[in-house]
């Protein structure tokens, strides 16, 4: 199994950037996903869910700012960022929900800066 992730980048406050996680040798629609984010100095934390049923849940701080989402004809699971501000900062990585170790990835480093 493998659940690449990419997308990220440098953007300003405000801005906004899509992140995809390509997963192979698995379908990502028969399982609960979710993204995660690691900032400097703290511990990794779950940002979005999304299970079979499309069902969807957010970190509090996210809320109305990111959206979770998955097209199963590309195997692959999205998370739409908008009004992105600086603590939003962190490397983001996809999972499975709950996170199975063996699966992290090198994830996508976010850099929200001026």
């Known amino acids: 199994v493998q659940l690449q992730a990419s997308g990220g980048g440098l953007v300003q406050p405000g801005g906004s950037l899509r992140l995809s996680c390509a997963a192979s040798?698995?379908?990502?629609?028969?399982?609960?996903m979710g993204w995660y984010r690691q900032a400097p100095g703290k511990q990794r934390e779950l940002v979005a869910r999304?299970?079979?049923?499309?069902?969807?849940n957010y970190l509090d701080s996210v809320k109305g700012r990111f959206t979770i989402s998955r097209d199963n004809t590309k195997n692959t699971v999205y998370l739409q960022m908008n009004s992105l501000k600086p603590e939003d900062t962190a490397v983001y990585y996809c999972?499975?929900?709950?996170?199975?170790?063996?699966?992290w990835g090198q994830g996508t480093l976010v850099t929200v800066s001026s």
């Open positions: 999304i299970n079979t049923f499309r069902r969807t």
């Open positions: 040798g698995i379908i990502a629609s028969s399982t609960a």
């Open positions: 999972n499975l929900d709950p996170a199975w170790p063996r699966y």
